[in-house]
């Protein structure tokens, strides 16, 4: 049996643009997005937490140390600059491991700069420490 767990989570991403017109995606700077291990194009799930909006694209890089976090397409209206974004990415693991499996979790402040990273390993499913 496998499951399905949380991988990485990038948590209160402020939204730093958005492109109506370009194909699609959420442009994550490559530095934040490799910190939590999402690839590029790697199928994400995002929730505005500024409207509660909740959509699936995928990831692009874009310039690393850039901070930004950018809308593209149609998840252009879903949100707008200066939103809080929380990103997540999903895997499938064999019941046995998902025991021990920690995902990869980074909180951001102003500016998109990293404030807090953990593998979860001090968080139990249950929320206790």
């Given amino acids: 049996m496998t499951l399905c767990l949380l991988k990485s989570k990038i948590h209160r991403a402020s939204v730093t643009g958005a492109s109506l017109d370009?194909?699609?995606s959420l442009t994550i700077a490559a530095d934040l997005a490799q910190k939590v291990g999402l690839l590029a194009y790697e199928k994400i799930l995002v929730g505005n937490m500024g409207n509660g909006?909740?959509?699936?694209?995928?990831?692009?890089?874009?310039?690393?140390g850039s901070g930004c976090i950018e809308l593209n397409g149609a998840t252009a209206l879903l949100g707008q600059i200066g939103d809080l974004l929380t990103i997540m990415s999903y895997t499938w693991?064999?019941?046995?491991a998902?025991?021990?499996?920690?995902p990869q979790v980074?909180?951001?402040?102003?500016k998109n700069e990293v404030k807090d990273s953990?593998?979860?390993?001090?968080?139990?499913?249950r929320g206790d420490h």
């Avoid at 693991?93 to 046995?96: M, R, Y």
């Fill in 22 to 24: 370009y194909e699609g």
């Fill in 106 to 110: 980074i909180v951001l402040g102003p």
């Fill in 98 to 102: 998902a025991t021990t499996h920690h």
């Fill in 53 to 64: 909006e909740r959509f699936e694209t995928y990831v692009i890089y874009g310039k690393e």
């Fill in 93 to 96: 693991i064999e019941a046995v």
């Fill in 118 to 125: 953990s593998s979860s390993h001090s968080r139990s499913p």
